[in-house]
């Protein structure tokens, strides 16, 4: 398994803005992308700072989703949202997952 860790910044006041836009990258979704999970969260201290989990079942299925031209169409309204309520370019952090339990 392979994952990602994306975090980011809400502008101020756009905190209400996040499940819109967590509902427009599910529409994008394709089958068969490799995705297992994807979890958004927002830190409990600092509501305008935003986390992403996604995991996949490897990096090569992730690489590939990012090039699907039917995710891409799905995506334009969802990147026009992340333009609006973002402060500033999300940051990746590229991650191999070592263990995941799910109970």
Same mark, same amino acid.
């Given at each position: 398994?392979?994952?990602?860790? /994306?975090?980011? *910044?809400?502008? #101020?006041? *756009?905190?209400?803005? +996040?499940? +819109? =836009?967590?509902? &427009?990258? %599910?529409?994008? @979704? &394709?089958?068969?992308? $490799? =995705? =297992? %999970?994807?979890?958004?969260?927002?830190?409990?201290?600092? #509501?305008?700072?935003?986390?992403?989990?996604?995991? !996949? @079942?490897?990096?090569?299925?992730? *690489?590939?989703?990012?090039?699907?031209?039917?995710?891409?169409? $799905? +995506? &334009?309204?969802? *990147?026009?949202?992340?333009?609006?309520? !973002?402060?500033?370019?999300? @940051? !990746?952090?590229?991650?191999?997952?070592?263990?995941? /339990?799910?109970?």
């Amino acid at each position: 398994m392979w994952a990602q860790l /994306i975090t980011t *910044r809400l502008k #101020p006041g *756009r905190e209400g803005d +996040l499940p +819109l =836009l967590v509902e &427009q990258l %599910r529409a994008a @979704e &394709q089958p068969g992308s $490799g =995705l =297992l %999970r994807s979890t958004a969260m927002r830190d409990a201290n600092d #509501p305008s700072r935003v986390y992403m989990m996604v995991v !996949f @079942e490897s990096e090569e299925k992730a *690489r590939a989703r990012e090039n699907d031209p039917r995710r891409l169409e $799905g +995506l &334009q309204t969802a *990147r026009a949202t992340m333009a609006e309520i !973002f402060d500033g370019a999300p @940051e !990746f952090v590229d991650l191999t997952v070592v263990d995941d /339990i799910s109970l």
